[in-house]
């Protein structure tokens, strides 16, 4: 068989296919095949004067949400509802009560300054004290005001041990203020 005769005899094929469908769906009775005719069992409601509610309309705008609030894009679980927020709060803890933490440490100086010894090369650092005007030199390590213990200084702060019960505070470098009017303030 030539090419020819085989592209005719699919053009054929595909009429005598395209026949047997148009008749097909004109016995069915639908014009458009996909289309299905009308239910006769069908009968409109009877409505006297059809008006559009608006008090319905209106009652359904005032209408809020009474739901759970829960954020559809979080795998948290929703908030438990008010009445049972309340009731978790009263069973939860029933045990004895633990002692409130212990205050910060509170170092009664201010801490204002370093130097550096050149003989020994250890740092030292200066605090004044807060109900006076009194300054202490302290080295690393040492103990001054009889209860505090100098452990380390940084540049901004000094490191600060409370030696009776082994607490650590940090107190930060403060600039003393300039009271004088013949100098110039610093830059």
Do not use: C, W
């Amino acid at each position: 068989m030539t090419r020819r005769k085989i592209e005719i005899y699919t053009l054929a094929g595909l009429v005598l296919l395209a026949a047997g469908m148009y008749l097909y769906n004109k016995n069915t009775g639908s014009v458009v095949p996909g289309v299905f005719a009308a239910n006769e069992k069908f009968t409109p409601l009877d409505i006297q004067e059809p008006q559009l509610r608006l008090d319905l309309l209106a009652n359904l705008q005032k209408l809020e949400y009474q739901g759970s609030h829960r954020d559809i894009f979080s795998s948290a679980p929703p908030p438990p509802p008010p009445a049972r927020a309340a009731e978790a709060q009263q069973f939860q803890n029933k045990g004895p009560q633990l002692p409130p933490p212990p205050p910060p440490v509170h170092v009664p100086a201010e801490f204002f300054g370093t130097a550096t010894m050149t003989q020994s090369g250890t740092k030292v650092a200066f605090f004044k004290l807060n109900n006076d005007e009194d300054v202490l030199v302290v080295e690393e390590g040492s103990v001054f005001m009889n209860q505090y213990r100098l452990l380390h200084i940084g540049n901004d702060s000094a490191e600060v041990e409370e030696i009776s019960s082994k607490r650590k505070a940090s107190v930060p470098l403060v600039q003393p203020a300039n009271n004088s009017p013949d100098q110039p303030p610093n830059q």
